[in-house]
């Protein structure tokens, strides 16, 4: 079965702190991308990074970085110096290259930032 | 702003209704995925058109149906409606559908079923 599993979901941090969001996915399939995905209250998804599975390096984008683990099935999200701004739903998602073309979605953690 | 449109915004109706919701993507976009988001089973994927054809299909009940037309807009049909059909529709468009492509969401359709 293909499936996405957010343990997590409530977190909160101090503003200017930093947070990881934990994610697993199940998947028999080696190639694939992996996706964390930001909804604001405007419910808006909005990408926030992207990795590609057959890349060994993590992906970066300003002050949001993952940890990808691919032989734990892990694609962790780390938010650096939180801002007010990040507080939203955030959901990690994969795309297999082969097949179907859908995102298969997590449940998502609700990431609160106290001031 | 992701460039892909939906309308309506909100929707409310009846049980066994039927609505309509339609999607316009980017410019330039082939591709349109339908995914639905509800409290109880997540965001889930519905139904990709590519071109006007029919990509793939995931957990949609036969009860919706969709299409994507000559100007690639794409419009989802919503029949016989149930209370547990109220959810947040999104459309994503893409350029060609292929995985390595971002899908850019719209602003969902919140459908509210009394």
């Known amino acids: 079965a293909q499936t996405v599993t957010q343990s997590q979901p409530e977190m909160s941090v101090q503003e200017a702190e930093t947070v990881t969001l934990s994610c697993t996915y199940d998947?028999?399939?080696?190639?694939?991308?992996l996706f964390w995905y930001k909804q604001p209250p405007s419910r808006q998804m909005i990408l926030v990074i992207r990795?590609?599975?057959?890349?060994?390096q993590n992906a970066t984008e300003n002050r949001f970085s993952v940890n990808f683990q691919k032989a734990a099935k892990s694609f962790s999200l780390k938010i650096s110096d939180s801002q007010l701004g990040d507080a939203a739903m955030y959901f990690c998602?994969?795309?297999?290259?082969?097949?179907?073309?859908?995102?298969?979605f997590g449940q998502g953690t609700r990431l609160t930032i106290n001031p | 702003d992701s460039g892909v449109t939906q309308t309506p915004k909100h929707l409310i109706t009846a049980t066994g209704q039927r609505v309509t919701l339609r999607c316009s993507p980017r410019?330039?976009?082939?591709?349109v995925y339908w995914y639905q988001q509800s409290l109880d089973q997540g965001l889930q994927f519905l139904i990709q058109?590519?071109?006007?054809?029919?990509?793939a299909k995931g957990n949609i009940l036969e009860r919706f149906s969709a299409q994507q037309f000559p100007d690639l807009h794409s419009e989802l049909n919503l029949s016989s409606l149930e209370l547990g059909d109220s959810a947040l529709y999104f459309c994503?468009?893409?350029?060609?559908?292929?995985?390595?492509?971002?899908?850019?969401f719209g602003p969902g359709t919140r459908l509210t079923v009394l």
């Open positions: 058109y590519y071109n006007g054809e029919e990509r």
């Open positions: 994503a468009s893409t350029l060609t559908g292929a995985s390595y492509n971002e899908q850019f």
């Open positions: 998602a994969y795309i297999i290259i082969q097949g179907a073309q859908k995102l298969v």
């Open positions: 998947t028999s399939e080696s190639d694939y991308y």
């Open positions: 990795q590609e599975a057959y890349k060994q």
């Open positions: 410019s330039g976009d082939l591709s």
